[in-house]
């Protein structure tokens, strides 16, 4: 449970969600993405929706993280998208200001973790992950719909310019390398920090330098819930002894996981590099490693 963090408000537990779901203030959005690797490399990105048709938190909307809230323009998947086209899509979903957004995913968190960590890039703070996600909910036999989500009114949330102090460029990230109050952290599955295994980006491994502490291991494989503070502190004493903390993974997805548990911790300078090895491992003048 969110106890115990310094930051605890990133996190709602499921009995706190349903007590809130006729709330009028509060906004409830399925981010879910499925990924599928592709044999050359990288993956082919498939909406969620069909998961949110088929069951979903009653009253909940659904947003398409590929689309609806990344940029149409940028090389890669998944790219901060203009302040614009973000506001857009909040109002769109019926979100203001005083709006409380509750992400959740039925697959991986880290896809809840990416609304939330959009959410802070675009300076609305009220924004919190499900503890446990659809899996805990449904598995805790909460009530549960079916089909289209229904249509809202339009909010008034605020268009904002982005605060690029929670995003790292490839710039800084090439600076960071043999910077000792930087830790640069891998959120990949371990083979694929290794180089040895799993999807890759054109390249295998990982950047210079970077340690790996997989997104996968944020949470509770059994029950899905984010590990308790005392867990995650241990798996995140290098970065919350460094001044600056620097995220990746394949996109900057499974990278706002680390960033979030890292924000409930108290780590006070947390950055993503939002194209992440997208970009970085298709550059042959930049240094990765493998074991």
């Known amino acids: 449970m969110a106890e115990g963090f310094l930051y605890p408000e990133h996190l709602i537990a499921t009995e706190d969600l349903t007590g809130l779901l006729d709330d009028p203030k509060v906004r409830v959005l399925d981010a879910t993405v499925h990924l599928d690797p592709r044999p050359e490399g990288g993956n082919a990105v498939r909406s969620g929706r069909a998961d949110f048709e088929a069951g979903h938190i009653p009253g909940a909307g659904f947003i398409d993280l590929s689309t609806e809230v990344s940029d149409p323009k940028a090389r890669y998947y998944f790219m901060l998208p203009p302040a614009e086209q973000f506001a857009a899509a909040m109002r769109a979903q019926g979100i203001g200001d005083d709006t409380l957004v509750v992400a959740y995913s039925t697959a991986n ?57 929670l995003v790292a460029s490839k710039e800084e990230v090439a600076a960071a390398i043999g910077d000792g109050s930087v830790c640069t952290i891998n959120a990949l599955r371990p083979e694929q920090h290794a180089g040895t295994g799993g999807a890759h980006y054109g390249r295998p491994g990982r950047i210079k330098g970077s340690i790996s502490v997989p997104a996968l291991s944020m949470a509770d494989p059994e029950t899905n819930l984010y590990k308790s503070p005392a867990e995650l502190r241990r798996l995140l004493a290098e970065p919350l002894s460094t001044p600056r903390a620097i995220t990746y993974c394949g996109g900057g997805i499974a990278a706002s996981s680390v960033a979030m548990a890292l924000t409930m911790l108290g780590h006070k300078d947390v950055r993503l590099y939002d194209a992440s090895l997208s970009e970085w491992a298709r550059d042959p003048n930049l240094p990765m490693e493998t074991d």
Not at 128 to 154: H, I, N, T
């Open 109 to 165: 968190h880290w896809w809840a973790t990416r609304l939330w960590w959009l959410m802070q890039v675009f300076g609305h703070r009220k924004v919190a992950v499900l503890d446990g996600g659809m899996q805990r909910w449904k598995a805790e036999g909460r009530p549960v719909d079916s089909g289209a989500p229904r249509q809202v009114q339009a909010g008034g949330f605020s268009q904002r310019p982005a605060n690029t102090k």
